[in-house]
């Protein structure tokens, strides 16, 4: 089992960078692929979580500029960030979890432990 993330970078505010995950190992239809990011000495914040069985949730606070989606048949997902700003400067994970697991947690999916993570991949947002 293994999720790869790819596409981090600089960038300037007001920019935008495409992050995908590519995922092998494992079939898609069984899980739903999160989004977190985390800064060193904060908490990590779950950002969108996309499964084939309850759709697409974004957290409020990026949901305007951030997007995720899925292609079966590349394994992949990807987190589409418009308009960044500094503030989300963080290293973005992806994430695997389990649909039955996630279903007790609803809409707080970012409380359900995942049960494979990427490596990570830096996004930096220069003002």
């Known amino acids: 089992v293994q999720l790869v993330e790819s596409g981090g970078g600089l960038v300037q505010a007001g920019g935008s960078l495409r992050l995908s995950c590519a995922v092998s190992?494992?079939?898609?239809?069984?899980?739903?692929i999160d989004w977190f990011r985390q800064n060193p000495g904060k908490e990590r914040e779950g950002i969108s979580c996309?499964?084939?069985?309850?759709?697409?949730y974004v957290v409020d606070s990026v949901k305007d500029r951030f997007t995720t989606s899925s292609d079966a048949a590349k394994n992949t997902v990807a987190l589409q960030m418009n308009s960044l700003e500094p503030g989300d400067t963080a290293v973005y994970y992806c994430?695997?979890?389990?649909?039955?697991?996630?279903?007790?947690?609803?809409?707080?999916?970012?409380?359900?432990?995942?049960?494979?993570w990427g490596q990570g991949t830096q996004v930096t947002v220069s003002s």
């Open positions: 190992g494992f079939n898609l239809e069984n899980y739903a």
């Open positions: 996309l499964s084939e069985d309850d759709g697409i």
């Open positions: 994430a695997a979890v389990n649909l039955v697991a996630l279903k007790a947690f609803g809409r707080e999916w970012y409380l359900a432990s995942p049960d494979y």
